[in-house]
């Protein structure tokens, strides 16, 4: 591992490499006593199909039906996509969570800086900068549908971080940080997966869709330390792309 510095150099107009401009960027140790994670108010609740249960062995059963299809479930035996069994972690508080972000990533849509088979954990040092993030994601699915009208609950989830990691804030102009998915997603993606081959930690950046926030995509489940469930919070969109934020 480069203690100093990370060298990004790539082969212009390899369709693997996306082009990027050669520049030293920093790594830093950081220890980040509080980071901010929004989740899904449904996920935070009991498992959808105990209402579906009339007893223990009916519950049971219904919980190797979900365990056949689930991501997660799936990926802490025998791993899944690019995630292997050995990455996730047991036996810490909301280790769910922390293995469900690495798990379900989406099929055909990869993040800023992970692969289309592999998650990560996404976090900001404020809630508000969560909540732009979020919001901003949310509004694009909801043009797609073509219906501004909406609300929704997302709560804290609540984490330490610490270890080196790679620090895009000094470069606020890197092409990984472009507002434009296909743009800056390529070019983040490519970043990140050289990131894990030289065993950093994660990605700490200046939001995208919040000035002056930042940002951290932890690259490995293990990163993810002592996380806590905190405030809830409800989105509101009412016929509009603008949307309004309140405590839930």
């Known amino acids: 591992m480069k ?16 082009e990027l401009p050669s520049a030293d960027l920093a790594t830093k140790r950081e220890a980040f006593e509080r980071t901010i994670r929004l989740v899904s108010s449904a996920r935070l609740r009991d498992a959808v199909m105990a209402p579906l249960a ?39 508080p909301h280790a769910k969570f922390i293995n469900a972000s690495f798990a379900y990533a989406k099929p055909r849509e990869p993040g800023r800086f992970n692969p289309a088979d592999r998650g990560a954990w996404y976090a900001a040092l404020a809630v ?16 797609d549908a073509g219906d501004f009208n909406a609300v929704v609950e997302y709560g804290e989830m609540i984490a330490s971080m610490s270890g080196i990691f790679l620090d ?59 996380v806590t469930q905190g405030a809830l919070y409800r989105l509101t969109w009412s016929g509009s792309p603008e949307f309004t934020w309140e405590a839930a």
Not at 180 to 188: C, D, F
């Open 3 to 18: 203690p100093a510095s990370i060298l990004t150099r790539f082969v212009a107009g390899s369709e693997s490499d996306p």
């Open 54 to 92: 009339d007893d223990d062995d009916e519950l049971a059963l219904l919980a190797e039906i979900e365990g056949a299809t689930s991501s997660r479930l799936i990926a802490e035996e025998r791993g899944h996509g690019g995630l292997s069994a050995e990455e996730l972690v047991h036996g810490v």
């Open 128 to 143: 508000e900068t969560c909540l732009a993030e979020v919001g901003h994601h949310l509004t694009q699915a909801l043009a």
């Open 168 to 226: 895009l804030r000094e470069t606020p102009g890197h092409p990984s940080l472009d507002p434009e998915k296909s743009k800056g997603y390529p070019v983040g993606n490519a970043l990140a997966a050289q990131a894990r081959a030289e065993g950093h930690n994660g990605i700490i950046y200046s939001s995208v869709r919040h000035p002056d926030g930042t940002c951290i995509a932890a690259l490995w489940p293990n990163v993810v330390q002592s």
